[in-house]
């Protein structure tokens, strides 16, 4: 049985930062893609980055520049620094991976940035 499994999330000011990291578990295939979604209260789900086993990564418009996503193959872990955050960015933060054919989620973290 696939896991996922977050941390990182938290409160922060405005302009600070944090990392979230997510390992996955349980799967003897290595994911395809692995990535990071957010949703605000009252809001859809929405891309923020995601990662590619090759390596190739795509970003949200609204995080580029801001926002970096990596990860350890090895580990099967992924990777979230996030940096001058701002409030806007506010959700909770959950992480996706592709194994096979499938989607996989996390339970999500919390990511909260004070004004």
């Known amino acids: 049985q696939v896991q996922l499994v977050e941390s990182g999330g938290g409160l922060v000011q405005a302009g600070g930062s944090l990392r979230l990291s997510c390992a996955a578990s349980g799967s003897i295939f290595t994911p395809r893609a692995m990535g990071w979604y957010r949703q605000a209260p009252g809001k859809q789900r929405d891309l923020v980055a995601s990662i590619l086993r090759g390596g190739s990564t795509n970003y949200a418009n609204s995080v580029k520049g801001r926002f970096t996503i990596s990860a350890d193959s090895a580990k099967n872990t992924v990777y979230l620094q996030m940096n001058s955050l701002k409030p806007e960015d506010t959700a909770v933060y959950y992480c996706?991976?592709?194994?096979?054919?499938?989607?996989?989620w996390g339970q999500g973290t919390q990511v909260t940035v004070s004004s």
């Open positions: 996706k991976a592709v194994i096979s054919t499938t989607d996989y």
